[in-house]
C-alpha cells in the first residue's frame, strides 16, 4: 500500500508552542520538525508535555502561543477533521457494533469513497496487517493485538499523509508489544506517512524511530536518531531516562578525568563545560573483572547481588559514596570467568570510550 496519487507525506513544523492549564505550564515555546516521511517518537514520563503536543498537532488542542504548519500550510486554527490526519489512539476507539471490515471502512464512506473502491482498499490494508480472513468478525471477538491491528488498518485505508499514534501499545503484554513494535515499523516503511507517535517507553522509542524527542516539564530536551540520544545524551535526564543507567556525580580533573568517590574515571570524549560533572555508566558496557584490560578504568565495588533473568544476568554492585551500579550481562555468550557472589570484594571496569559525561543539573 503506497501514498494515493497527490497524497504524498507533508513535513509537521511546531514553532513556539506553549501551552497551559490554569497554573501548569504544559508546554513551554516547543518547536520541532518532522521531516516528510519521517517516524519521529515523542518520549517522556507523565506529566512531560508529549501528550499535550501531539494534541496540539492533531487539532483537539488550541494552543495558547505558537504554530503549527503541514508543509506550507498553517494549521494551527484547523479544526481537527480537516486536518486529514490517521490517529490511532490508546484504547483503540473502534465501533463495537461494527465487524472488523466496516470499522477499516469507515473513514473511507465518510469520504464519500465508491463502494467499489472501498472494498479493494480494505482488502489491501486487512492484508497488509494481516487481518483479511477476519474481516467479517466483530470487533468484540478479537484479542488485543488484533484490535490494535485494525485500528492500525482504520488510521491509513485513506492513504493520509500524516499518521499520529498516542501510546497505541500500552494495554498489550511485553511479547505482543515488542511483536508490534516491528509490524508498526514495517507498516509505516511501506505506507511512507509522516508519523508521530507517543510513548514513555524508552526501548519502543529505540525500536521504532527515525529520531526521537525526549521531553521533559513541558520541553524537549533532546532531539536526534536513537543512536544520538542513547550514546550521547546532552544532561542528567537524558541520561537516566534512556537506557538501564548509573548516575555518578563527580568533579572535573585532569586529562579528560572525573574524579569520583573511590576512583578516577577517564573519558575519550571531551568532557562538558563546568566543574561539577556526572558520569553515566549503562549497564551493558560496565565490565566485569574478567573482562577488563590494562586501558579501561577501574571501580572498586562490592557485589550486592546477582539476580537470574533467564536470557540475562543482573549484578548489582555497591560503589564509594553509597551509589548502587547495575552490570548486565547476556548469558548466552558465556561471562568468560566465574560469576561473581553476593558480598564479593572486586574491581569493576569501563572503557573510556563508553564512558558518558554530562553537566551536573
Same mark, same amino acid.
Given at each position: ?25 504544559? !508546554?513551554?515555546? /516547543?518547536? +520541532?520538525?518532522?521531516? @516528510? %516521511?519521517?517516524? =519521529? &517518537?515523542? *518520549? ?81 490494508? !486487512?492484508?497488509? /496487517?494481516? +487481518?483479511?480472513?477476519? @474481516? %467479517?468478525?466483530? =470487533? &468484540?471477538? *478479537? ?219
Amino acid at each position: 500500500m503506497t501514498p494515493a496519487a497527490g497524497r504524498e507525506p507533508l513535513s509537521i513544523d511546531v514553532s513556539g508552542v506553549s501551552k497551559s492549564y490554569e497554573a501548569f505550564r504544559a !508546554l513551554d515555546g /516547543v518547536s +520541532l520538525h518532522v521531516a @516528510a %516521511g519521517e517516524f =519521529v &517518537t515523542l *518520549l517522556g514520563p507523565s506529566g512531560s508535555g508529549k501528550t499535550t503536543l501531539l494534541n496540539i498537532i492533531a487539532g483537539f488542542v488550541r494552543p495558547d502561543y505558537g504554530r503549527v504548519r503541514f508543509g506550507d500550510e498553517d494549521v494551527t486554527l484547523r479544526p481537527v477533521n480537516r486536518r486529514g490526519l490517521g490517529m490511532v489512539f490508546q484504547n483503540y476507539a473502534l465501533f463495537p457494533h461494527m465487524t472488523v471490515g466496516e470499522n477499516v471502512a469507515f473513514p473511507l464512506k465518510v469520504r464519500r469513497v465508491s463502494k467499489e473502491e472501498i472494498g479493494g482498499r480494505v482488502e489491501e490494508v !486487512l492484508r497488509l /496487517v494481516q +487481518l483479511e480472513h477476519l @474481516a %467479517g468478525r466483530s =470487533v &468484540t471477538a *478479537l484479542s488485543g493485538g488484533q484490535r490494535q491491528r485494525v485500528a492500525l488498518a482504520r488510521a491509513v485505508v485513506f492513504s493520509p499523509q500524516i499518521v499520529l499514534m498516542d501510546e497505541p501499545l500500552s494495554a498489550l503484554d511485553k511479547n505482543l508489544r515488542e511483536e508490534m513494535q516491528v509490524e508498526i515499523r514495517q507498516l509505516h516503511k511501506k505506507i511512507g506517512a509522516t508519523t508521530v507517535y507517543v510513548t514513555h517507553d524508552q526501548r519502543e522509542a529505540l525500536t521504532m524511530s527515525d529520531r526521537i524527542a525526549v521531553m521533559n516539564k513541558g520541553q524537549i530536551v533532546q532531539y536526534g536518531t536513537p543512536e544520538d540520544v542513547y550514546n550521547s545524551p546532552n544532561s542528567t535526564f537524558a541520561a537516566q531516562f534512556i537506557g538501564e543507567t548509573t548516575l555518578l556525580p563527580g568533579m572535573a580533573g585532569d586529562q579528560g578525568m572525573v574524579v569520583c568517590d573511590d576512583c578516577q574515571i577517564r573519558s575519550a570524549r571531551p568532557l562538558p563545560a563546568g566543574r561539577e560533572l556526572v558520569v553515566a555508566l549503562r549497564a551493558e558496557r560496565l565490565l566485569l573483572p574478567q573482562e577488563c584490560n590494562k586501558f579501561v578504568n577501574r571501580i572498586p565495588a562490592r557485589i550486592a547481588d546477582v539476580i537470574y533473568q533467564g536470557d540475562s544476568m543482573l549484578v548489582l554492585a555497591d560503589v564509594g559514596g553509597g551509589q548502587r551500579l547495575s552490570i548486565r550481562r547476556s548469558l548466552r555468550v558465556g561471562l568468560g570467568g566465574p560469576i561473581p557472589k553476593a558480598g564479593e570484594k572486586l574491581m569493576l571496569g569501563i572503557d573510556p570510550e563508553d564512558v558518558i559525561v554530562v553537566p551536573r543539573t
